[in-house]
């Protein structure tokens, strides 16, 4: 593949007529006349030619997540998948100042009404996960799928390449910060990012980052563009084997500098990759150190359910293992997914209770069922939420 300078986004101008009813003669003014949209280049078969240190922060980050990957596998008595997925669907979404507390979040990933920003995060989960069921076959049709999942009954075009002008910033395209390529433009752009997608020549650190920004630059969808492109990290990682069952939550890595990374955005457009190549890095190594608190904090509660009876049955070892990975569930989930039959699990949901492991929601019902909590691991990803969000986290300050 040919290794070069990274080519900047193109421009080309359009007029706009700013058509808002509402607006004031003012605003009408400001917002009417001539704008550049982008013009994207084509990537797939360019190399970024980085400087040295860009490149082995890059390595060492993909070393970091392979060895991250490699001990949560064996550590297969624990789903920290599912958990680690949690963190980075809520992380992803707070980037888009989407923030919800992981009570909510879970109750509402399991059917429950609270309201709020809640089910807006909870599609993030759905959408995660259809991100690493493609990891096997990564192409513009599973992107779709992934923005689908993301904004089904939120958006009336979900799943769909977007038909209109979008912008960031401002109030029209005049005003806007950046305009993204016409929507005619988009089905190519993104089947040349699939091309990128598809390669196994790049360190896949650097992969990561370059297909992100590009996703990113093309804006494919009306809205939505930020936590699908995350998703479409997560999907290329697995791909790439760089990691095998985990997710690792390079989201609560970004979250760390929102404004580095959307600066790190703009200098890719402006043809100068290293940057969010860099920005990436730095992401998943401290989403590394992020992720291995919560695991420790998950472990620590599956413990104490363990410890929580003289005799460790199989049942129960299910049960511990299923509130990991499910912090807000029912009976029948309990059944149907944990494997447990109804009446150890009512049983056994009972004993955890009177124990102060679990909490019964008294107030909310799915479909009829009694709804528990596991306040331990909800608390546990709050915690990693706020670390993530804190600017000193991994710092010496």
Request: proline share 4%; aromatic share 6%.
């Amino acid at each position: 593949m040919t290794s070069s300078s990274w080519p900047a986004v193109g421009r080309e101008t359009h007029h706009w007529v700013h058509r808002d009813p509402m607006a004031s003669r003012r605003t009408l003014l400001e917002n009417r006349g001539d704008f550049t949209a982008a013009v994207v280049p084509e990537i797939a078969h360019l190399t970024p030619a980085l400087a040295g240190a860009a490149a082995m922060r890059a390595q060492e980050a993909t070393r970091a997540m392979t060895a991250f990957g490699v001990t949560s596998d064996r550590m297969a008595a624990l789903p920290f998948s599912a958990v680690l997925l949690r963190g980075e669907s809520a992380t992803s979404s707070q980037i888009e100042n989407l923030t919800v507390h992981a009570r909510k979040l879970s109750l509402a990933a399991v059917g429950a009404h609270v309201g709020g920003n809640a089910e807006l995060v909870a599609r993030n989960v759905f959408a995660m996960r259809a991100a690493i069921d493609a990891a096997s076959d990564l192409n513009a049709d599973a992107v779709r799928r992934m923005h689908r999942e993301l904004t089904d009954g939120v958006q009336d075009d979900a799943g769909e390449f977007r038909d209109q002008w979008v912008w960031i910033g401002g109030r029209s395209p005049v005003t806007a910060s950046y305009v993204a390529p016409r929507h005619d433009a988009v089905p190519a752009a993104v089947e040349d990012l699939v091309l990128f997608l598809q390669r196994r020549d790049l360190d896949p650190t650097v992969q990561a980052a370059i297909a992100h920004a590009q996703f990113e630059t093309i804006h494919p969808f009306t809205d939505g563009n930020g936590r699908t492109g995350r998703a479409i990290v997560s999907s290329l990682l697995r791909a790439r084997g760089v990691v095998g069952n985990v997710t690792v939550p390079i989201s609560s890595g970004l979250l760390h500098d929102v404004d580095g990374y959307i600066a790190a955005l703009t200098d890719y457009r402006a043809g100068r990759p290293t940057a969010i190549v860099e920005c990436f890095a730095d992401a998943a190594l401290a989403s590394l150190a992020n992720a291995s608190i919560l695991m420790a904090d998950v472990e620590a509660f599956h413990d104490r359910v363990l410890d929580s009876r003289r005799r460790i049955t199989a049942s129960l070892r299910a049960v511990a293992r299923f509130c990991c990975s499910e912090p807000a569930f029912t009976a029948g989930m309990l059944e149907s997914i944990g494997g447990v039959p109804k009446a150890t699990a009512y049983r056994t949901v009972d004993e955890l209770t009177t124990a102060g492991l679990i909490r019964h929601e008294q107030s909310i019902k799915v479909k009829g069922q009694k709804v528990w909590v596991v306040p331990a691991v909800l608390t546990a990803l709050d915690e990693f939420a706020e670390r993530a969000g804190r600017r000193t986290y991994g710092s010496s300050a």
